[in-house]
C-alpha cells in the first residue's frame, strides 16, 4: 500500500499515520486562492523534486488549494494519453471552471485539465453552487463544456437553460443527492477508463462537515459509495477542503476573496471543526486504500 501525502500549506491537516509530510508552508500566501501562472509553474518545479516517486492520496489542505489538482494530475502524462486516456471525477460543489484573467485559481483549474490529451472526460459531481445557473453562465469557461469534455452533475441550482443554446448533455440535474450518485454510477458502470478522484469536501453537507466555502448537500455515504464502486479503476486521487484561518497579506486577494462572500470561521469552533475533519480524512483514506 502506498503512503498517502500531505502538502502542508496551512497546517490544517492532522497527523496521519503512515504519510509523508511535505512542508510548503512558505508557499501559503503566494499559492493560496489564486496566483500567476510563473508563480504556479515555479511551484510545481519544486513539487516534482519533492514528491515520492510513487504515493497514495495526496491531502492538499484547505479548498483554496484545489488547482494543486492540476499539477497532480498532469504528472499523469507519462503514463496515459489520447490512445489511452483517463477519467477525471471530481466531488466539488462549485465547477471550478470560471474565468480567472490573473492566472489560476481555486475556481479556474478545471478547464486546464478538460485540455489534457489523455483526459477524455471530466465529472464535476454535487455541485449546488449558483456559479452554473444562468445568471453566471458567461463566467463559465465554455469551450470544455461545447466540446463534450465536462459535464456538470448538479443538485438545487436550474439548469433548463442550458438545453435550449444545446448545452443539456453538459449540465445534469437531479432532485436528490442519491439520485445524482446512482446517475453517475450507472453511466459508469461500462466504463474501464482509468479514473484520477478529487475530493473536495465542501461538496458535503455543513450537517456532515464544515469547510471554509459555501457546501453542497451530499453525505459520507456518498462519496463511500462512489469509491467502493470505482475503486478498482483509481490510478490516483486528491482531498481537500479543510479548514484553516487565512488573511491574504496582497491587498488585490483580500479583495477577491471578499467577493466570493467565503464564511467566516469562528476561531472557538477551529480546533473542534478540525477534528471533525481529520476523522473524515481517515475515513476516506480507508476507502481509498
Request: hydrophobic share 40%; glycine share 6%.
Amino acid at each position: 500500500m502506498t503512503c498517502p501525502v500531505i502538502l502542508d500549506f496551512d497546517q490544517s491537516v492532522g497527523e496521519i499515520t503512515p504519510a509523508t509530510t511535505i512542508d510548503v508552508t512558505k508557499w501559503q500566501d503566494t499559492i493560496r486562492f489564486g496566483c500567476s501562472k510563473k508563480a504556479f509553474r515555479k511551484f510545481d518545479a519544486q513539487l516534482q523534486q519533492l514528491l515520492p516517486a510513487h504515493y497514495g492520496t495526496v491531502l492538499l489542505g484547505s479548498g483554496d488549494y484545489h488547482h494543486i489538482s492540476l499539477l497532480l494530475i498532469e504528472r499523469l502524462a507519462k503514463q496515459y494519453s489520447a490512445d489511452n486516456p483517463i477519467q477525471v471525477v471530481i466531488f466539488d460543489n462549485h465547477p471550478d471552471n470560471m474565468r480567472y484573467l490573473f492566472g489560476i485559481h481555486c475556481g479556474s483549474w478545471v478547464s486546464y485539465v478538460a485540455s489534457l490529451p489523455f483526459v477524455s472526460h471530466v465529472h464535476v459531481l454535487g455541485i449546488t453552487s449558483n456559479d452554473i445557473g444562468l445568471s453566471h453562465f458567461w463566467e463559465n469557461r465554455w469551450k470544455p463544456l461545447f466540446h463534450k469534455k465536462l459535464t456538470y452533475w448538479s443538485l438545487d441550482v436550474n439548469v433548463k437553460w442550458a438545453k435550449k443554446i444545446g448545452l443539456g448533455h453538459a449540465f445534469r440535474h437531479f432532485d436528490t443527492p442519491d439520485d445524482l450518485i446512482a446517475g453517475f454510477l450507472s453511466e459508469q458502470y461500462h466504463s474501464a477508463e482509468p479514473i484520477y478522484l478529487s475530493i473536495d469536501k465542501d461538496a458535503l453537507s455543513e450537517k456532515v462537515i464544515h469547510t471554509n466555502w459555501d457546501q453542497g448537500q451530499l453525505q459520507t455515504y456518498h462519496l463511500l459509495d462512489t469509491i467502493s464502486s470505482i475503486k478498482q479503476r483509481i490510478i490516483g486521487s486528491d482531498i481537500t477542503g479543510e479548514l484553516s484561518i487565512w488573511q491574504p497579506t496582497n491587498w488585490f486577494k483580500r479583495l477577491l476573496s471578499s467577493l466570493d462572500k467565503q464564511p467566516a470561521i469562528s476561531p472557538d469552533k477551529l480546533n473542534d471543526w478540525q477534528q471533525e475533519q481529520h476523522q473524515l480524512n481517515l475515513t476516506l483514506l480507508n476507502a481509498l486504500a
